[in-house]
């Protein structure tokens, strides 16, 4: 199975501040990588796809990167509303595995 | 519009078979290249994926969870089913279903989610 190692697990940052969550993935999964922001109570919300592109509707300030076998998700300008868990996913092959979730605060 | 809503028996006693089901719109199970999949959450944890259903009937199973899986649909009423054998409290989770495409593989579109407790 393809392990998908997040982090951090939790993280605080401000208002107007930048933060990147990361994922590794235990072998090559090309760019078949995707970003869901989970709220309290709710399902999660597909963010990013293809490891760099944005889902229509999700702001700008959201971004995906890839190194390698090294993805991550940044969100520029931090509000309030971008509270959440968020979740890596990996779709190059089954079983189809998730990351561990990061749970950001916004301070 | 696509939505999904999924729907189970809120709470079951250990042994006994945890049967979901998955209502949808805006898409049909019969039409090439769809499919919907099945992933739980245990409350405060991660996300876990059990299973995908295919438009040509093609299925997927999570191997962690051995032979207890079963995935089915019905096209004419835009459902899909998922019955898991013999669950224990490990099994206690929120249950989504959730969209997928063979042209891009991910997950777009999900339900609410139902939660299950196994509860003896």
Known sequence: DIQM????????????DTVTIN???SQDIGNYLSWYQ???????KLMIYGATNLEDGVPSRFSGSRSGSDYSLTINSLGYDDEGIYHCHQYYEYPLTFGSGTKLEIK | QVT????GPGIL????TLSLTCTFSGFSLSTYGMGVGWI??????GLEWLANIWWDDDKYYNPSL????????DTSNNQAFLKITNVDTADTATYYCARIESGSYYFDYWGQGVMVTVSS
């Open chain 1, 38 to 44: 989970q709220k309290p109570g709710k399902s999660p």
């Open chain 2, 4 to 7: 999904l809503k999924e729907s």
């Open chain 1, 5 to 16: 190692t997040q982090s951090p697990s939790s993280m605080s940052a401000s208002l107007g």
């Open chain 1, 23 to 25: 994922c590794l993935a």
């Open chain 2, 13 to 16: 006693q250990p042994s006994q």
């Open chain 2, 66 to 73: 051995k032979n207890r899986l079963t995935i089915s649909k």
């Open chain 2, 40 to 45: 739980r959450q245990p409350s405060g944890k």
